[in-house]
């Protein structure tokens, strides 16, 4: 007879595709994983598996035995969350990138704590690499991050379509909130991720192809170190409008979205495909949804489209 332990070993590896980081991710050993699996397979008659050295692949069988595993290992979640009389109790783990709990993590949470009092509540700020792996992990009950293709394991849906716009320390000229064609504008020193941020991939495409002059680069990965920087400098980044909201009516920065063409961000809600996102975890996922979508509404209210793109 199948176990559930046998179900979670074979769906850690499946996700994990490795058997070291499945054991790793279930607190057991690489030895007990891999007779988890033995077992499986024997009791199935199938090999669920293919191994070639420390590479994992699944199987056509694999493939189609993890998505009933992944159904029996949701359906059990959801009954354990259904056995207690207070939905909104236990504790909440959320993933941010510094993009969102800079602007909108501050009044979601304000709300979340009104509604929810009894729940505690652990919030990780990192960089998208980080947080997959934790949220494939189990370890946070889900992230935002920007949209990816996806990995085994995770599913993602759409939380906000953001506007990217070039920030620089303000001057007396003001082009505040105008949006600017980057390559009608002289040569750049521009503040960018490291080449392993999944950002900057994007930006550099963005420049490459708009014909932007960059006059130097300074690699950082540091968000608030970086706008610490551009506020004192000649120096300009590029971020989402929805981290900058907090700075529109100061006199700190000069915010204009990029245009002609714009520039957009894809934002996604990713959670471990084998749960159920628990009433608590799922009230504060919409709260900040809503947030993200205040940002959206800020900048159609805020940004006037012109009929000729300012330098």
């Known amino acids: 007879m199948v176990s559930l332990r046998q179900i979670r070993s074979f769906v850690a590896v499946f996700e994990q595709a490795s058997f070291t980081e499945a054991a790793e991710r279930e607190g057991a050993t690489q030895s007990g994983i891999s007779q988890h699996i033995k077992q499986l397979e024997d009791e199935l008659g199938v090999p669920l598996f293919q191994r070639q050295g420390r590479n994992v692949e699944a199987t056509p069988a694999g493939k189609n035995y993890y998505s009933g595993c992944v159904e029996a290992l949701r359906s059990l979640d959801t009954a354990r969350h259904n056995i207690g009389d207070a939905p909104l109790a236990g504790t909440v783990h959320i993933g941010l990138m510094p993009t969102f709990t800079r602007a909108t993590l501050k ?177 504060f996922a919409d709260l900040l949804k809503a947030e993200a979508m205040k940002a959206k509404e800020i900048f159609s209210r805020r940004i006037k489209p012109e009929t000729k793109v300012r330098r």
């Open 107 to 283: 009044p979601a949470l304000k709300k979340f704590l009104e509604l929810a009092p009894n729940v505690e509540i652990s919030v990780i700020e990192a960089y998208s690499g980080v947080l997959t792996d934790s949220t494939l992990r189990g370890e946070i009950d889900f992230a935002i991050v920007p949209a990816f293709e996806g990995a085994a394991g995770l599913s993602q849906q759409l939380i906000a379509r953001d506007r990217e716009v070039l920030v620089k320390a303000r001057g007396k000229a003001f082009s505040h909130l105008r949006p600017v064609r980057l390559a009608d504008l002289p040569a750049i020193k521009l503040v960018l991720p490291r080449e392993q941020n999944t950002r900057r991939t994007r930006i550099d495409t963005y420049c490459n192809s708009n014909g932007v002059a960059i006059r130097s680069r300074l690699e950082m990965d540091a968000m608030m170190g970086t706008l610490q920087f551009v506020a004192g400098s000649d120096w300009a980044t590029i971020l989402p409008f929805v981290m900058m909201m907090s700075d529109l009516d100061a006199n700190r920065f000069e915010i204009r979205p990029l245009d002609d063409p714009p520039f957009y961000s894809d934002f996604v809600l990713i959670e471990p495909l084998r749960k159920v996102m628990t009433p608590a975890a799922r009230l």
